[in-house]
């Protein structure tokens, strides 16, 4: 391997966040380990098929295939040889909307024995506030310095590929020394890196996710007050949003699906012992959205013996 090739193992690197940055680092010329547990996630891959939907990816995964870039493997022992490790594996809420700690700090027990304090530790997966100082106590021992990087993902699924050369990337770390390292690594793929401190970097990207809920909850409400009144919700948007750049902001009304809105707006009711009026409030709204459309159809339709499917 040439010295200015870096070796990148990325921990759940099947996955909608690891996968697409892995194929990222590879067609900028890295060599990448693919460490996941999701052995049939993996074998798709490996024969140059994407397991999901992402734009761009499949020519990227098939041209880094035949160059020799990836390495994929479910053997800790693997994670060793890589100079930085990144941590992208997925961090949901519980059912009762609390942050499930522990599959992370799980995972870092396990990788414990396979880490070593020289590596660059990149925590990629968007982490309930205080996890990575947690982190950087649990692995650390008083000898040694471990270099641990938060850099959230913020993509939007489906449109990684062209993101993660577009989007600024936000960098902070437990000490000057994982930040200079994990800036180094994200600048060969973003424009441009913002530095923060750690605590700034877990909340900046749980308030970018609860801003995107909260602006879609007030356009689902506005939907909901407009229907309610007999009135065309898109109409009005638009002679709101044209030409007028105060209101452009404002999104269309719909599902506010994906993986990560609702649980991170949680992940923030959580952190301030659920005072967090405004995530509640958008939670209620946007996830009323369904049963209110299926209301709006009771109205007009007999839908006694029927089955209501929304898509979206
Ligand atoms: N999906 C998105 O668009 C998106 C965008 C921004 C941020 N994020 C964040 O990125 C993180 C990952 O989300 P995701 O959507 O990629 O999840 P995902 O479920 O698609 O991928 C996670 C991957 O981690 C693997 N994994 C789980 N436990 C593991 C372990 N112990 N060892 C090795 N591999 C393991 C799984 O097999 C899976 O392939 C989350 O914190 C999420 O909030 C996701």
Redo the contacts with the bound molecule.
Sequence with gaps: MSRDKKNICV?????????PLSLAFASAGQHVII????AT?MDDIRKGTMP?VEHGAEPLLKQALQENRLTFTTDPNEIERAEHVIV????PVDEYLNPKLR?LL??FS?LRPHLRPSQTIVI????FPGTCRHVERFLGDKDSQWKIAYC???????F?IRELSELPQIVSGCSPEAVESATQLFALLAPEIIRVKIEEAELA?LFTNAWRYIQFAAANQFYMLANNAGADFNRIRDAMVRGYGRAASLPTAGFAA???LL??TMQLAALNTNGFWLGHAAMMVNEGLPSFIVESLRQKYDLAGKHVGILG
């Design positions: 921990v759940g690197g099947a996955g909608h966040a690891g996968l460490y996941d547990l999701n996630a999901f992208a594996i997925g961090t599959a799980d995972l396990e990629r997966s968007t982490v959230p993902e913020r993509i939007a699924q489906g990684a990207k994906g993986p990560c649980k991170d």
